[in-house]
């Protein structure tokens, strides 16, 4: 007998084959998850810039940016220059169920869209904080910062959706309508420093770690060209959990490992809980965006005290 299938004229190959090491699924559960939740995950993925993790037997797990070339010439691209390695990266563009299977039977196991669609670079559609506890047992202590958050969030006349992140922790997405990159990066640095405020016991924006001690690291860093995990995305860990979204009411009653690869299909019936509680796209106030142009880039901020301690050291 044969592992092999063809779905949508994609071939899949060595379906019983383990995922990973220790993921206690097969690469064909990978495979049926994303099929079974293709018309949830593809319409977060549609149109933008994406990267993938993938996982090969016998190798690390490895983020993928660059399309490979021996990609079909139906998965579509876009190029973009990207500064860091100052080059051009072709991007995968997730628009329909062949290229998610075709990526699906690459072991593309993790699913990280831009923030912004392709062409439409300085306009992001989401603003994003991550919640991140200090340890996986600290998730009650993640659900706690994430209502701060949320309580930041109404006190600026805004609101959000929540979802686990796959891991940890919690990602709170605040949808927008016309506003640019850097005035998106000011709001989100912000709302972080306003939820610290509201309990700096428990939720820190420290953006080194060393600093955070036992706190919720509120991280206000990803904008601009930063990705984020999606919704109904597995990730490469024990167990393949599955980033999912979760009612703000419900968040005290769920742990990140409820849903994963062999679970979350069957919880989502035949609803899309990510676009049912999506609100609609907002303005920022211009008193948030302002407040956060007044506080300094937390990386750019954390690279100079790291020199400067450094240096104390060295004295």
Same mark, same amino acid.
């Given at each position: 007998?044969?592992?092999?299938?063809?779905? @949508?004229? $994609?071939?899949?190959?060595?379906? /019983?084959?383990?995922? &990973?090491?220790?993921?206690?699924?097969?690469?064909? *559960?990978?495979?049926?998850?994303?099929?079974? =939740?293709?018309?949830?995950? =593809?319409?977060?993925?549609?149109?933008?810039?994406?990267?993938?993790?993938?996982?090969?037997?016998?190798?690390?797990?490895?983020?993928?940016?660059?399309v490979p070339s021996y990609a079909p010439d139906w998965v579509r691209t876009v190029t973009v220059w990207a500064e860091s390695s100052q080059r051009r990266v072709s991007y995968?563009?997730? *628009?329909?169920?062949?290229?998610?299977? %075709?990526?699906?039977?690459?072991?593309a196991v993790e699913y990280h869209p831009a923030l912004v669609h392709a062409g439409h670079? @300085?306009?992001?559609?989401?603003?994003?904080?991550?919640?991140?506890?200090?340890?996986?047992?600290?998730?009650?202590?993640? !659900?706690?910062?994430?209502?701060?958050?949320?309580?930041?969030?109404? *006190?600026?006349?805004?609101?959000?959706?929540?979802?686990?992140?796959?891991?940890?922790? #919690?990602?709170? &997405? +605040?949808?927008?309508?016309?506003?640019?990159?850097?005035?998106?990066?000011?709001?989100?640095?912000?709302?972080?420093?306003?939820?610290?405020?509201? /309990?700096?016991?428990?939720?820190?924006?420290? &953006?080194?770690?060393?600093?955070?001690?036992?706190? !919720?690291?509120? *991280?206000?860093?990803?904008?601009?060209?930063?990705?984020?995990?999606?919704?109904?995305?597995?990730? +490469?860990?024990?167990?393949?959990?599955?980033?999912?979204?979760?009612? %703000?009411? @419900?968040?005290?009653?769920?742990?990140?490992?409820? &849903?994963?690869?062999?679970?979350?299909?069957?919880?989502?019936? /035949?609803? @899309?809980?990510?676009? /049912?509680?999506?609100?609609?796209?907002?303005?920022?106030?211009?008193? #948030? $965006?302002?407040?956060?142009?007044?506080?300094?880039?937390?990386?750019?901020?954390?690279?100079?005290?790291?020199?400067?301690?450094?240096?104390?050291?060295?004295?």
């Open positions: 007998m044969t592992s092999d299938e063809v779905r @949508d004229g $994609v071939t899949l190959t060595n379906l /019983d084959q383990p995922l &990973f090491d220790g993921s206690g699924a097969a690469k064909r *559960d990978l495979v049926d998850y994303l099929d079974a =939740v293709r018309d949830r995950i =593809v319409p977060v993925l549609r149109d933008r810039p994406l990267s993938v993790v993938r996982v090969r037997q016998g190798q690390a797990p490895f983020m993928q940016k660059n995968a563009l997730c *628009d329909d169920r062949r290229t998610l299977l %075709w990526l699906a039977n690459q072991r670079w @300085d306009r992001p559609t989401h603003l994003v904080l991550d919640i991140d506890p200090p340890s996986a047992e600290a998730f009650p202590r993640a !659900v706690g910062a994430a209502r701060l958050v949320a309580r930041a969030l109404a *006190d600026a006349g805004l609101s959000g959706a929540v979802k686990t992140s796959g891991a940890k922790g #919690l990602h709170v &997405f +605040v949808p927008l309508e016309g506003e640019t990159t850097e005035d998106v990066a000011a709001a989100t640095r912000a709302l972080g420093v306003r939820a610290e405020r509201l /309990d700096p016991a428990l939720a820190t924006t420290a &953006f080194i770690r060393e600093d955070r001690g036992d706190r !919720v690291f509120v *991280d206000s860093t990803r904008s601009g060209g930063a990705t984020v995990v999606a919704a109904y995305s597995p990730r +490469v860990r024990p167990g393949v959990p599955v980033s999912f979204p979760v009612a %703000w009411d @419900d968040l005290d009653r769920i742990t990140p490992g409820d &849903f994963t690869v062999r679970t979350a299909a069957r919880l989502l019936r /035949d609803g @899309d809980p990510w676009a /049912d509680l999506m609100p609609e796209p907002q303005r920022l106030p211009r008193d #948030l $965006v302002e407040e956060g142009h007044t506080i300094p880039v937390a990386r750019v901020q954390a690279m100079h005290e790291g020199k400067r301690r450094a240096r104390a050291r060295r004295g």
